[in-house]
């Protein structure tokens, strides 16, 4: 911006400073009309360009959400912490040393399905039960399944209604 000051006769230091940028200073005289000076800052700050390989997964720098799938943005030099979520997914993080006037392009890999476990107990021992329409072999031990909805169904011998479940 631009800023009108009223001095007194003399020599006077004016500095210009804002995060990011490289500071300006310079002497000027007062007393012989007005005086201008044009104070041109010097970006110091880094680019930085993330890519995500999992659509619509959300990236955080530093906690705060900048974009989902991917971001262009300028940061001051220091160290930042980036994470990529997603529902369902493993999130990933890293953390990124920016220098002054980097420029950096981060990939982030493609995320892994988040995983939980199922154990499904019956009254009946020779009861079937199918996730997603695959037979359980043993259905009293834990099975690994990824994240999200599914559905259940578990079938007995004759006599016994079946059960379906999401």
Known sequence: GGYHLLLPKGDHLCK??????RSFASVIKTGKGPQTINAELESLLADIDIACQTSGTHI????????VGSWKGKL???TY????QLDGFVSHSQSVDLEEKDNRAISIPTLKRAKGHIVVKTNINDANV???GSLLDHPNNAREIQTGNHKLLVKAPFGYKETEKS
């Open 16 to 21: 210009v400073e804002a995060k990011g940028y």
């Open 60 to 67: 955080l720098v530093d906690g705060e959400e900048v974009g």
């Open 76 to 78: 001051p030099a220091g």
């Open 81 to 84: 912490k980036v994470n990529a």
């Open 130 to 132: 199918f996730i997603d």
